[in-house]
């Protein structure tokens, strides 16, 4: 084609393409390409000069076979806040834009500010695998016993359901109508990286499943859980779905909107469902929650906790969502233009914070309190640097201080049940922490504080922390039925004394110490705590076999495996320390791929009868999850997927650390850009406590994937 003519006037231009031998799809390129010119050359003419050639090198791939020269490069004007180091400054293009793709944008903003609301009644039908572990309801209308759930099920559903459409609007978009794939945002040479890694965590995601011992629980995840396969895909798609549509001014402008909303909305329950007047619970939500034939056990939905939840499930999963929210807030809020939802997200901020505390969550409060002690740290940097007002900056950090002391002081001083949440928050509500030694001689008043339990032949042993052994043994009695005995330390017979069909001692070393044996073989064992130990005799291997919710009896007494670091610590974080440990004795086989999603209860050693008495009381507990969401990625897809993870956020942490401190963007994004900073960093800082759940991960990966685009130095739509 000859390119000898004036390309800049349309008719000329549209002229010498028909004349021209080159097919559809070169003559597509070739008048992209001239619009980018175009583009370039306007911002030139605005910005005596400017252009940015280098933040366009995948356009330039895509037409170099048929673009004229470009003229010499011309003398860039040196922006005082950047250095030649800094070259990936954000450029607003002016130009027509896709309205489908701001379409798309305003959806995902939509769903996010509904989804952690979104509670419905679901019966989740109990296989024997999940029986094992967990009770379950029967009644007539039920074909098989099922467990009822109201606020996890339907979430993970809407987030597979949403993520398909995000995925299928992309194709159709991409392929039957853009026509021009190879132009798309996720194609940025900064981009690729991360849809590598996430293809490495998808990818061992599925062999894992495929691989897990128990399938049938892989695709939505185990009861009380439900965070599948098909749910973390979700995650993934809305993530890379962020940074493909979220790359002009409006819907950066709709997304920190949505994030003031989703906040306000969370920050409202929360204050109602302290002050007594949760809205679960209430005759109007159950129409709404609940078929009609559930209706009366909507209404009866009530929190067994003091802690504020709303419809987080659970309170920690709650205090997580406020440290994630509340940086993002308070930025989104200061980015803002409009004053209403300037001092809407404002106030909101404020009530995500009380929503921290009254959660009643440590690790929810200590992200909260990391993150705005980083956006203090980060302003005053800015402050410094004279990039924001600092007359205006000084006053509002002082007020704000000001406001903040005072409010807690008054609620501290006229609310009692504010000051005890605060008091167990701050240090687990005692000025001094109480040393190990020091419970098992409190515990001792009133329990028989086990310290090991053990099979031996044929007896059964347990010991306390006195150094007291209790030895219960099996004989014949003169009518050939089966009896038991017990022994001392020393293997003497035990001074005891029966009343209603109970054995009690007389010796004082045993008098918290109670047992019965029934006719079918039982030993029911009451040492003081919250529950009893069930051992079911087997006269066949002729030993004492741990008798597990009155359904099956275990071969051999589970007993803590873990580094010996964690051995004093078992109670550390509400028996994190016990959890973290035991799940790291297994972590070995995780190396290549993991165990599946929804697998981690039955690879976990349940029934540690000894760690579980020493930490929650009581030997009737399930873990289902190990508390930390790094762990957790381990266990489920194995040490590399974890790997994967980890070189996501650090992308993210190196370019938000580049474009949010070492060389700050003054563009009319820079506080909501240093607000999805500090709220990732806060989110990354509680997964070390928490798990990934689907009442808050959706929010996580779409903050995630819009904050990726924002620091990654890519030019952004003007659509304003």
């Known amino acids: 084609m000859d390119l000898n003519f004036d390309w800049h006037d349309e008719k000329t231009f549209k002229k010498a393409l028909k004349e021209s031998n080159l097919t559809e799809k070169e003559k597509t390129k070739l008048r992209d390409e001239r619009m980018r010119r175009l583009e370039l050359e306007a911002i030139k003419a605005e910005n005596d000069g400017y252009d940015d050639d280098e933040n366009t090198s995948d356009t330039d791939e895509t037409s170099e076979d048929y673009a004229e020269p470009s003229p010499a490069p011309t003398k860039k004007k040196k922006d005082k806040h950047f250095d030649k180091n800094d070259r990936d400054i954000i450029v607003a293009i002016k130009g027509e834009y896709p309205w489908r793709k701001g379409f798309i944008a305003l959806m995902m ?121 098909l749910g973390i ?80 499930f659970n309170s920690n999963y709650f205090g997580s969502f406020c440290g994630l929210m509340f940086p993002v807030t308070v930025c989104a809020a200061l980015n803002s233009k409009n004053v209403a939802f300037k001092s809407l997200g404002l106030l909101a901020s404020v009530g995500i914070a009380f929503g921290a505390i009254v959660s009643n969550s440590s690790g929810g409060l200590y992200s909260l309190a990391g993150g705005g002690a980083l956006l203090v740290l980060f302003y005053i940097v800015y402050w410094f640097r004279g990039l924001i007002d600092r007359k205006v900056s000084l006053i509002a950090l002082v007020s704000i201080a000001a406001v903040g002391i005072g409010g807690l002081t008054f609620l501290l001083k006229t609310s009692e049940s504010f000051a005890k949440r605060f008091d167990i928050v701050v240090n687990n509500g005692s000025a001094r922490v109480e040393t190990l030694e020091e419970k098992h001689q409190r515990l001792s008043a009133n329990r028989f504080v086990l310290k090991d339990i053990r099979q031996n032949g044929s007896e059964l042993e347990m010991e306390d922390y006195n150094n007291n052994v209790i030895i219960a043994g099996t004989y014949e009695d003169s009518d050939g039925e089966l009896s038991v005995q017990f022994f ?30 029934t006719v079918t073989d039982k030993l029911e064992i009451d040492l003081g705590y919250k529950k009893k130990l069930y051992f079911q005799y087997d006269k066949e291997d002729a030993k004492f076999k741990p008798y597990v919710h009155s359904m099956y009896t275990m071969e051999n007494i589970n007993t803590y495996k873990g580094p010996e670091f964690f051995k004093d610590k078992l109670s550390f974080g509400s028996g994190r320390g016990f959890i973290w440990g035991t799940t790291l004795s297994f972590i070995d086989e995780c190396l290549l791929i993991g165990k599946g999603n929804g697998n981690y209860v039955c690879n976990f050693p349940q029934y540690d009868y000894v760690s579980l008495l020493e930490v929650y009381g009581t030997p009737a507990m399930i873990v289902n999850k190990p508390h930390n969401w790094y762990l957790g990625i381990i266990v489920e897809s194995g040490v590399i997927s974890l790997l994967a993870v980890l070189g996501m956020l650090g992308v993210f942490l190196w370019r938000g650390f580049r474009t949010c401190i070492l060389h700050p963007i003054n563009d009319r994004f820079m506080h909501l850009r240093l607000g999805i900073f500090i709220s990732v960093i806060a989110y990354m800082v509680v997964g070390m406590v928490n798990d990934s759940y689907v009442c808050v991960s959706p929010v996580f990966w779409f903050i995630f994937g819009v904050g990726m685009y924002a620091v990654s130095g890519n030019k952004v739509v003007e659509t304003d």
């Not at 132009?183 to 998808?202: E, H, T």
């Not at 949760?278 to 802690?307: C, M, R, W």
């Not at 020393?490 to 004082?508: M, N, R, V």
């Open 233 to 312: 895909f979700g995650y993934l798609i809305i993530f890379i779905a962020a940074m493909n549509y979220f790359c002009d001014t409006k819907s950066m402008e709709r997304f920190g909107r949505s994030m003031i909303i989703l906040t306000t909305i969370a920050s409202v329950l929360a204050v109602l469902e302290f002050l007594g007047h949760s809205i679960i619970g209430t005759d109007f939500v159950a129409h709404f929650i609940a078929p009609k034939e559930k209706y009366q056990l909507a209404q009866s939905l009530h929190s067994s906790s003091s802690n504020v939840h709303i419809t987080f």
């Open 488 to 517: 001392d330390t020393d293997h003497k017979p035990l001074e005891s004394y029966i009343d209603d069909h109970t054995y009690y001692f007389t010796d004082e070393r045993y008098k918290n110490a109670s047992f019965r044996f």
């Open 109 to 229: 903003c939509c769903f996010t500010v509904i989804l952690p609301f979104i509670t419905y009644y679901h019966a989740q039908p109990m296989t024997q695998f999940t029986q094992t572990y967990f009770s379950a309801t029967s009644s007539k209308d039920a074909e098989v016993p099922y467990i009822s759930d109201w606020f996890l099920f339907q979430k993970e559903f809407c987030v597979v359901i949403f993520s398909a459409l995000l995925l299928l609007l992309f194709i159709v978009e991409e392929c039957f109508i853009e026509k021009r794939y190879m132009d798309i945002p996720l194609r940025k040479k900064n981009l690729r990286p991360l849809l590598i890694l996430s293809g490495v965590y998808a990818l061992l995601l599925m062999i894992s499943g495929f691989a897990s011992e128990h399938k049938e629980v892989v695709m939505m995840g185990i009861v009380k859980h439900y965070e599948g396969l």
